[in-house]
């Protein structure tokens, strides 16, 4: 079974420029999550929706980061203009949320991004 | 959400028995212990979790004291591949994703 996938892996941008990172997560599962990871430190939540709604946005800096999920499925993290502190890498993840929910996260690969 | 302390880092060689704590003083009734295992350049991975005793699968074993402040995530004779930052979290059964990552412990395995 495909777990969650990311893409692109990794994207150099000049600051001011616009991103886009794109995530597909498992089949069957409901909730789908964005994390920012900084160079050593754990992840941080960014955005939580539960099938297309967010649910949890509150850590997601609205002036410049959107984030959507169409259809319950893939989503999309975008940031318009990107900033040198952007810099990081975005994990997303998804967990099943029916009978048996466990909270186990399953999280992709992260895209690195680095801001010049 | 309980707060977690646990090492920054730890050191190991390849073949020996790993012990690392986690301390949370203020868990709360209805929380569980969730350790993740991370590796370079991927995003971190479930290994394991426990409400209290003792809980082992195939790549760990966790052990929850009586009052459970605290717990250690226990990794038999590790190898090269166990160097990863490994993650305690604590939080309620099925909700994940309310779950916040610390930073974690280092740990380095030798040969």
């Known amino acids: 079974e495909a777990g969650v996938v990311q893409s692109p892996r990794y994207k150099i941008i000049e600051k001011k420029q616009p991103v886009a990172f794109w995530c597909n997560p498992i089949s069957g599962h409901n909730t789908l999550y964005w994390y920012l990871q900084n160079l050593g430190q754990g992840p941080e939540l960014l955005i939580r929706y539960e099938n297309e709604e967010a649910v949890d946005d509150s850590q997601l800096p609205k002036d410049r980061f959107s984030a959507e999920r169409l259809k319950g499925v893939d989503s999309t993290l975008k940031i318009q203009p990107a900033e040198l502190g952007d810099s990081a890498v975005y994990l997303c993840?998804?967990?099943?949320?029916?009978?048996?929910?466990?909270?186990?996260?399953?999280f992709g690969e992260g895209s690195r991004l680095t801001v010049l | 959400l309980a707060k977690t302390t646990q090492p920054i880092s730890m050191d190991s060689y390849e073949g020996q028995e790993v012990n690392i704590t986690c301390s949370h003083n203020n868990i709360a009734t209805n929380d569980y212990i969730t350790w993740y295992q991370q590796f370079p350049s991927q995003g971190p991975r479930f290994i394991i979790q426990?409400?209290?005793t003792k809980v082992t699968n195939e790549v760990a074993s966790l052990f929850i004291p009586a009052d459970r402040k605290s717990s250690t995530l226990s990794l038999p004779r590790v190898s090269l591949s166990d160097t990863a930052v490994y993650y305690c979290?604590?939080?309620?059964?099925?909700?994940?994703?309310?779950?916040?990552f610390g930073q974690g412990t280092e740990l380095s395995v030798k040969p």
């Open positions: 979290l604590v939080g309620i059964y099925n909700q994940g994703g309310k779950l916040i």
């Open positions: 426990g409400y209290k």
């Open positions: 993840a998804s967990s099943f949320g029916g009978a048996g929910n466990t909270g186990e996260l399953f």
